[in-house]
């Protein structure tokens, strides 16, 4: 999967959170609860993890993410992208001030190791149920 470079190398902060609803429009931020914060080297390990997320082909789910992550450099004013995961239909959404149309809308493969590892992340961020 791509990542914004520019974004990721000035990223100092990353909220993951659990989304609740769809946004109204595209382009606003996905509707949840902040149920973590990364920063360091936690930050940087999720983001190359989430780089290395192999391909795949579209799925029909009707796109329904369960997880998404806001990327904020240090001055912490408006997030550089966010990225929503749907680990049913394998599809990412992407926006954001850094995000090129080219990467709007992505598919991950999530069913590899690497998905598994991120979708368990995820789930230990907001312990509880959670898909």
Do not use: K
Request: glycine share 8%; proline share 9%; aromatic share 10%.
């Amino acid at each position: 999967m791509q990542l914004p470079a520019e974004a990721v190398a000035v990223t100092a902060l990353i909220e993951v959170v659990r989304i609740s609803a769809l946004p109204a429009e595209r382009g606003v931020p996905y509707p949840g609860r902040v149920v973590a914060h990364w920063t360091g080297r936690e930050a940087a390990d999720a983001l190359t993890l989430i780089g290395t997320l192999p391909d795949s082909g579209q799925y029909r789910c009707g796109f329904s993410p369960g997880w998404s992550i806001r990327a904020y450099e240090d001055s912490l004013d408006l997030a550089l992208f966010e990225a929503a995961f749907c680990f049913t239909c394998h599809e990412v959404r992407m926006h954001g001030p850094a995000v090129p149309p080219a990467l709007n809308t992505q598919f991950f493969d999530a069913d590899s190791p690497s998905a598994r590892t991120l979708l368990n992340l995820f789930r230990t961020a907001a312990p509880g149920p959670a898909g």
